[in-house]
């Protein structure tokens, strides 16, 4: 297995090392928000000093390994000079040989006390193909990991754009989790059937294609829904299937007038998906267009599936979902460094702070 750290953002690679030091060493670190660091990405304090263990985390994962080693020795070096750790490990994306290794351990005598204190992209997939609980926690890295992304191009449909390996990476690249992610998995994993509703342009599709790129990765097969009848005639029995189904009131609403049991083939075809722990529907609607089909509708509106307890609406993205929406638009621009940092130092870097992945899976 191995693993796009391309796709993280510097906080992202950050908290990556942050859960495999502790697990390797057995030590909670601290961890700090965006800004002048110091020399400090990580640290562990003792009673006896302040400055037991320092990390510093540097993906350098485009810019490679000559840009690395001038940092270090430009920049980085003077710092550790002055914190005087007793144990100093370099994290990095950059692949390293022995060689490489040497040369940095070298630099930073006596600070770097081993050659397994200095942890390059192999050293990386290494243990997390051991530890695969991690790799969980990590949605982006685990959607990226070359095992699951080949499930999710063999489940999905040649000749889509949202489904070829350049779009999900670069979609997987710019998503940032938040609450609405997690209600949507959970509600989809309880009654099979999801409904995304909200405003024009506010990110339905987004977290529709997200959340179908982790069923494809477990295994179900891919089918998108242009009407409700095709839908019927595409189920097969015993076969994992996800349905989706984007904007499905935009392309229908006049259907509920016109064509007849449209409305009553909707509320049959999402009742048996409910029942089958092989399938998955979802649905991407504006709210105006749901609001208009219930109340034209006796069937939708008198059946017995409650739409609203299947239901997540997008809002509004908090000030903190902004900024790291931002955040990665920025970091993964092409804009060059400079202009990077005026943006995460000085406008909006004390938003950028720690944020605690957990582990969300669809079965």
Same mark, same amino acid.
């Given at each position: 297995m191995s693993y796009d750290f391309s796709l993280l953002?510097?906080?992202?690679?950050?908290?990556?090392?942050?859960?495999?030091?502790s697990r390797k060493i057995g030590v909670d670190f601290q961890s700090f928000k965006k800004g002048i660091d110091k020399g400090i990405d990580l640290r562990y304090a003792s009673n006896n000093d302040e400055n037991e263990i320092i990390v510093q985390v540097k993906d350098y994962f485009v810019s490679g390994l000559?840009?690395? &080693?001038?940092? $270090? +020795? &430009?920049?980085? $070096? +003077? &710092?550790?000079?002055?914190?005087?750790?007793k144990r100093y490990i370099l994290v990095t994306s950059v692949g390293l040989n022995p060689a490489n290794k040497e040369d940095i351990k070298k630099m930073f005598s006596p600070y770097i006390q081993n050659m397994n204190d200095i942890i390059g992209r192999d050293d990386l997939t290494v243990f997390l193909s051991r530890h695969p609980d991690i790799v969980e926690k990590h949605f982006k890295l685990w959607l990226s990991g070359t095992v699951v992304l080949k499930r999710i191009l063999r489940n999905g449909i040649e000749g889509r754009s949202e489904f070829v390996e350049a779009g999900i990476l670069k979609r997987i690249r710019i998503f940032v989790p938040n609450s609405a992610h997690s209600i949507a998995v959970d509600l989809l994993n309880k009654n099979h059937f999801l409904l995304i509703t909200g405003a024009p342009g506010i990110g339905?599709?987004?977290?529709?294609?997200?959340?179908?790129?982790?069923?494809l990765a477990e295994g179900f097969k891919l089918t998108f829904v242009r009407n409700i009848f095709e839908a019927e005639?595409?189920?097969l029995a015993g076969k994992k299937q996800v349905f989706y189904?984007?904007?499905?009131?935009g392309s229908i609403t006049m259907d509920l007038k016109s064509a007849q049991n449209t409305d009553a083939a909707i509320v049959d075809f999402i009742e048996?998906?409910?029942a089958d722990r092989n399938k998955r529907l979802i649905l991407t609607c504006r709210t105006i267009l749901l609001t208009q089909a219930t109340e034209e509708s006796e069937k939708i509106e008198n059946s017995k599936i409650d739409l609203s307890k299947h239901e997540v609406t997008i809002e509004d993205y908090t000030n903190f979902d902004k900024?790291?929406?931002?955040y990665n638009h920025i970091y993964f621009s092409k804009l060059r460094n400079e202009f990077k940092d005026v943006f995460f130092i000085n406008t909006f870097g004390f938003l950028v702070q720690s944020i605690n992945l957990i582990p969300i899976k669809i079965n």
């Open positions: 953002n510097d906080k992202d690679f950050e908290l990556l090392a942050n859960d495999i030091l000559s840009k690395l &080693k001038s940092h $270090l +020795k &430009k920049l980085e $070096l +003077k &710092k550790v000079r002055e914190l005087n750790p339905k599709t987004t977290l529709a294609n997200m959340l179908t790129y982790q069923l005639d595409l189920i189904f984007d904007d499905f009131l048996r998906i409910k900024a790291q929406i931002l």
